[in-house]
């Protein structure tokens, strides 16, 4: 610290002067000056034209809630004169929760050289941990200027959910009230009104699916994959949104997404896509994401966790109803504190089920249509629940 260099200086020279003033000797004159001048010298070492500085942030690419990771920064120095002493401050938030924190560390640096120091990442909840270098200061070699340095740094590591083994099975999914109007774009199937490609006829190939027109034009025979329409689509909708009888604290948001997490795993084991959909406020948009393979889950994981938990505002499923004057899913699960009056609307023509902590989810249930699975975070992290969707 700048202020502690600067006590400690003033004591000495307030030392110095009080020997001056018992014994004015030669010796103490010199000192006295020795002392006085001696600032300047060291500001003016400080201020001596240098080469630009940089810095860099390596972080690993997840965090576990609650466990601890290393990270580093990386400050280089590319001028011909040493960094005597610099002090770099970082800052550390949670953009999810915007939990807040700061760190500092500093040193010395040789002349176009580099120092990488190790930093500790630890985060108690959910979310996108940014870390930024927002001041890198060089001090004078006694410590008590400072001369700020253009440098900046940043990056982001998400912070995940626990993933819970659940007992999960699939039910029938109402039917849609519309054609569907999405297809697979990793099976064929059955649609003739969309083809799904062409391809060269294999033995065994039906008849009416030869491509006459491109047969005739190639002279090579070719076959239509139909399309397969994609009607019994899942959509989890997750709340971010906390709200006064529903009020959405970063410990209900972790139970949440381990939640949201574990559903994934179940529903991807069985080979289910689905979508993941929720209201980002920073951005003031509805946001979703394809989950069709787990390769989709840190696409998923760096966008949803980057959403705030929103004091007021919109709830996740009226945003959604705003966005489709239909909904376009078979069955939509909502991850939510607490049922909203919006289940009804999400009900027509689709199946709802609401996924709510007992006790509060049964007294809230408001609408017939809408199916309400209570559940304990607690049995969650035992691997007790057994879900119907």
């Not at 979310?127 to 070699?141: E, F, K, R, T």
């Not at 959910?161 to 064929?188: I, N, V």
């Not at 393979?293 to 996740?316: C, S």
């Amino acid at each position: 610290m700048m202020w502690r260099s600067r006590l400690a200086y003033a004591a000495i020279l307030l030392a110095a002067l009080g020997l001056y003033l018992f014994e004015n000797g030669a010796g103490t004159r010199v000192l006295l000056v020795f002392l006085l001048v001696l600032p300047l010298v060291s500001a003016l070492v400080l201020y001596l034209p240098r080469g630009a500085a940089a810095a860099a942030l390596a972080l690993p690419a997840s965090l576990r809630r609650g466990a601890e990771a290393a990270g580093t920064l990386t400050v280089k120095n590319t001028g011909a004169l040493p960094l005597w002493r610099w002090r770099a401050v970082l800052t550390l938030e949670n953009r999810m929760t915007g939990e807040r924190s700061s760190v500092s560390c500093g040193g010395f640096l040789a002349a176009r050289a580099e120092r990488t120091l190790p930093l500790t990442l630890c985060a108690a909840h959910c979310g996108a941990l940014a870390v930024s270098l927002d001041a890198l200061s060089a001090l004078d070699p006694l410590g008590l200027f400072s001369r700020p340095l253009r440098v900046s740094a940043r990056a982001s590591v998400p912070i995940l959910p626990k993933r819970h083994p659940l007992s999960l099975t699939l039910g029938e999914s109402a039917d849609a009230l519309f054609d569907a109007q999405t297809y697979s774009t990793q099976k064929p199937g059955y649609d003739p009104s969309e083809i799904f490609r062409i391809r060269a006829y294999a033995p065994g190939d039906p008849i009416r699916q030869i491509h006459w027109k491109l047969t005739e034009k190639t002279g090579k025979t070719l076959v239509r994959d139909l399309g397969l329409p994609v009607v019994a689509r899942i959509l989890l909708l997750t709340e971010t949104t906390s709200a006064p009888r529903a009020p959405l604290t970063p410990e209900g948001m972790d139970a949440q997404l381990d939640l949201l997490a574990s559903l994934c795993d179940a529903l991807l084991r069985r080979e289910t896509e689905h979508t993941v959909g929720w209201y980002d406020a920073r951005q003031d948009a509805w946001l979703s994401q394809e989950v069709r393979a787990p390769a989709d889950l840190p696409v998923l994981w760096t966008r949803l966790l980057d959403a705030p938990i929103a004091a007021e505002g919109e709830r996740a499923a009226a945003r959604f109803l705003a966005c489709h004057a239909v909904c376009p899913y078979a069955h939509v699960a909502v991850l939510a504190p607490a049922p909203e009056e919006e289940g009804a609307a999400l009900a027509r023509g689709s199946r709802v089920t609401w996924l709510s902590p007992a006790g509060e989810a049964l007294a809230l249930a408001g609408a017939e249509s809408v199916d309400v699975l209570p559940y304990s975070p607690a049995a969650l992290a035992r691997g007790e629940l057994q879900f119907e969707l």
